[in-house]
């Protein structure tokens, strides 16, 4: 074909037309020869949408470009001649060249004598037990008296004020009463308030200040623990058992309130804890008296110089305990006609003012001989041991201010009243 075209142009003829190329995707058959291809319509670009903000597209455009890392810097490297030098070259990049120096260890400091840890200390514990009603009566005070003549308005005020802080009435009037002989009409601070008030509470006090004495010529000393139900009765018994047996004495505890077994299992850990012998009843509910009963028997065939027995202290059934407290002590005054040799009031001072109810109560049902005052740690209510030193006037043998066998201790009159008002 190609030389057959070179020969025609040669002749000068002109070469028969080409027909057209084939369209791609139509077949030829379809398109005789003559008709022409229909053109096809043109495409139009579809515009790009931009990306809606807060897509993704549109918050990688958003990211600024990445820093380029830092240039790798080689440092070179000298290799050792030797073992030794490797192993040197080694620890030298492995440990730091400046350690933190250890911090000295403190000195032990030298323990204080025992005499001075038992004075300052139990001062300090009972005075931080009466902080709250410290803080009641003092706060009162300073607030009336700022350089203030001692008038009758002055003397109103402060006895509201005692009162207010569980005094009670009669002590109240009591001590101010002294204050309008000694001290009426002259100008006073609330420091010379204090001390003042200090040395008339302790007069009211000294009276009733008298410790529990154990008669060593009873073989055992009973002492019958009495009181309303959560006053720390069990507890009390624990902490005496403790003391007594750090003055070399034998104690054994009778667990009397039968009805309570958590009574019970609560002595009995403590007898475990204090080495001190527990009688317990064989069944919950048994016989209290008789339980009192086998426990002076068995205390006196084992020569024990304390029994300390716990009692019931069901007291919204008042018969029904009166009752039963009598005939412990009708039964054990048949083995020693002088038991109980002391009956032990326990009293909480969170209960304020009630407290004076419960002595007369049970003052009704047994012969009462001494109190004993415990949680003044938890209460703002201490001022109710002088309302009771001068309205009932029943020896306080020991005040409680923690848990420990040695926050319960014999009531001293002056320390209590300095306490009391905030002074050291």
């Not at 379809?30 to 897509?55: D, I, K, R, S, W």
Request: glycine share 8%.
């Amino acid at each position: 074909m190609a030389l057959k075209g070179l020969w025609d142009r040669i002749r000068g003829k002109e070469p028969a037309p080409t027909p057209p190329p084939e369209q791609p995707g139509h077949p030829p058959q379809l398109y005789p020869p003559g008709n022409a291809v229909p053109e096809q319509a043109p495409v139009l670009p579809v515009p790009a949408v931009p990306p809606a903000a807060g897509t993704a597209p549109d918050f990688e455009a958003r990211l600024p470009e990445p820093a380029a890392p830092p240039p790798v810097v080689e440092t070179p490297h000298v290799a050792p001649t030797d073992d030794g030098a490797a192993l040197r070259e080694a620890l030298a990049r492995s440990v730091p060249e400046t350690q933190p120096e250890p911090e000295p260890a403190p000195e032990p400091q030298a323990a204080p004598e025992p005499e001075e840890v038992a004075k300052g200390g139990w001062f300090s514990r009972l005075k931080a037990g009466l902080s709250r009603s410290t803080a009641r009566l003092t706060d009162a005070i300073t607030t009336v008296f700022r350089k203030r003549r001692l008038d009758e308005e002055a003397l109103e005020e402060l006895e509201e004020t005692l009162i207010a802080a569980d005094l009670g009435v009669a002590a109240s009037r009591r001590i101010v009463e002294g204050f309008r002989r000694t001290r009426f009409g002259r100008e006073v601070t609330d420091e010379e308030v204090k001390a003042a008030l200090a040395e008339a509470i302790a007069e009211i006090l000294v009276p009733v200040a008298q410790p529990l004495a154990i008669d060593r010529g009873h073989a055992p000393h009973v002492v019958l623990m009495v009181g309303v139900n959560g006053t720390g009765k069990t507890t009390t018994i624990a902490k005496l058992g403790q003391q007594y047996r750090d003055q070399g004495l034998k104690v054994m505890f009778a667990a009397g309130d039968t009805f309570r077994a958590a009574a019970v299992e609560q002595l009995q850990i403590w007898g475990d804890r204090t080495g001190c012998a527990v009688v317990a009843p064989a069944k919950q509910g048994a016989d209290a008296a008789g339980l009192a009963h086998d426990a002076l028997a068995r205390a006196k065939a084992e020569g024990v110089d304390v029994l300390l027995v716990d009692t019931a202290g069901r007291l919204h059934i008042k018969s029904a305990l009166m009752e039963e407290l009598r005939k412990i002590i009708r039964v054990m005054r048949k083995l020693d006609p002088t038991a109980p040799h002391s009956v032990l009031l326990t009293l909480d001072a969170t209960t304020g003012q009630n407290a004076i109810q419960q002595v007369r109560i049970f003052k009704e049902m047994v012969e009462v001989s001494g109190l004993a005052v415990t949680k003044l740690d938890g209460s703002a209510k201490g001022g109710v041991v002088v309302a009771l030193a001068q309205e009932i006037g029943l020896p306080v043998h020991m005040v409680g201010v923690g848990e420990k066998a040695a926050d319960l201790r014999p009531f001293t009159a002056r320390d209590f009243a300095r306490g009391l008002v905030g002074l050291g």
